[in-house]
């Protein structure tokens, strides 16, 4: 049996992710928490890829920090299933804003639907996230 087709072409960066035994709770299914580390492994692996990891921006004196995370949760993932994780970035304001989905890879399902927010601080100082935007701004 193939794979169902997950159609990418909304988003700037999508990410394989299998799930681990430890990551479930007593029911079986992937812990609620558990999404939140999902979605932020994908957006610092989307950094990385962009061109700005987190040791680089550490090495500037800039730090993303979380404002807000709004998620929807829609199907259960389970021991052995591989997930995409999807992302595209927006800049309103002062804010990145992170629209992030996760599949079933084998489903084809929507797993989670997430809105989160950051805002970059340079030297402990809040910004307009200048640096960023500029290293990302291909994908914003």
């Not at 193939?2 to 988003?11: G, H, K, L, V």
């Not at 949760?73 to 999807?86: A, E, F, I, Q």
């Not at 309103?92 to 639907?113: C, H, L, P, S």
């Amino acid at each position: 049996m193939n794979d169902p087709i997950i159609d990418t072409s909304a988003y700037v960066f999508s990410l394989e992710i299998a799930v681990r035994d430890y990551e479930l709770d007593s029911e079986g299914i992937v812990n609620n928490a558990t999404y939140l580390h999902y979605l932020e492994h994908t957006r610092h692996r989307f950094c990385q890829w962009a061109g700005m990891s987190f040791a680089q921006m550490q090495q500037r004196g800039i730090v993303p920090v979380l404002s807000r995370v709004e998620i929807d949760y829609k199907t259960p993932l389970r021991s052995g299933d591989v997930m995409l994780s999807c992302l595209r970035v927006a800049m309103k304001g002062v804010r990145f804003v992170f629209e992030q989905d996760i599949y079933n890879k084998a489903t084809g399902d929507t797993v989670v639907k997430a809105k989160v927010s950051c805002v970059a601080l340079e030297n402990g100082r809040l910004t307009r996230g200048e640096a960023l935007r500029e290293a990302f701004a291909r994908y914003l």
